[in-house]
């Protein structure tokens, strides 16, 4: 299996503009997730989608995030307009989710953002 | 609120010394997991282990292991005879209100292991 893909691995845009992280999950894993990492608040949820559907988005910082999932296999976290305090290697996570079995989350590799 | 506490930010060791890296949590679920996940220099996060709040028998992997104490709320991490490769960081997280992956992380202890 070639485990969670993210791209870019590496982002540089300047401030105001749309930027848009994607992830495709590991085949069969029916939960993503969106983190990110920075050096002031560590690693956080931003969003979690069970079966497609975003079930919590609580972590989301603001509204100019945003994060669809319109397959299994495919999701996006886009932001815009992108601001320097964006910058943070953003990770995307899946795993299983289901009666009687809940397997442990695998993360791709991260994209690093930098906006500028 | 969910909360996990790596006190320690940074250990050096010096190669094939033992090291213990503690992670102390706050939750007010009855169930719930624990986690250890390590973040090596290329920035990839790999995950070690995942115990049931249930089950506090200890776990050995080769090298590796896990120490849960639930009156103390602890489930610390050791690593026997550690080698240069272990150089990383070790992040131990719970999962929120028993909820899948949805992670609280902690905010990680730097493993420096020297030769």
């Known amino acids: 299996d070639a485990g969670v893909i993210q791209s870019p691995r590496h982002e540089v845009t300047e401030m105001g503009q749309e930027v848009t992280l994607r992830c495709k999950p590991i085949?069969?894993?029916?939960?993503l997730f969106w983190y990110r990492q920075t050096m002031m608040r560590g690693l956080e949820l931003l969003i979690y989608?069970?079966?497609?559907?975003?079930?919590?988005d609580s972590g989301m910082p603001e509204d100019r995030f945003s994060a669809k999932m319109p397959n299994a296999s495919f999701s996006t976290l886009k932001i815009q307009p992108s601001e320097p305090r964006d910058s943070a290697v953003y990770f995307c996570?899946?795993?299983?989710?289901?009666?009687?079995?809940?397997?442990?989350?695998?993360f791709g590799q991260g994209t690093r953002l930098t906006v500028v | 609120a969910q909360k996990v506490t790596q006190a320690q930010t940074e250990i050096s060791v010096v190669e094939k010394e033992d090291v213990t890296l503690d992670c102390v949590y706050e939750?007010?679920?009855?169930?719930?997991?624990l986690f250890w996940y390590k973040q090596p220099p290329s920035g990839e996060l790999v995950f070690l282990i995942r115990?049931?709040?249930?089950?506090?028998q200890n776990e050995i992997s080769g090298r590796y292991s896990w120490n849960f104490q639930k009156s103390t709320s602890s489930f610390n991490f050791t690593i026997t005879a550690s080698q240069v490769v272990d150089s990383a960081v070790y992040f131990c997280a719970l999962n929120r209100n028993n909820a899948g992956n949805m992670l609280t992380f902690g905010g990680g202890t730097r493993l420096m292991v020297k030769p």
């Open positions: 939750t007010r679920d009855t169930t719930y997991y």
């Open positions: 085949s069969g894993h029916n939960s």
């Open positions: 989608f069970n079966n497609n559907v975003p079930i919590d």
């Open positions: 996570a899946s795993s299983t989710r289901q009666v009687g079995m809940n397997t442990e989350a695998f």
């Open positions: 115990r049931n709040s249930f089950d506090e």
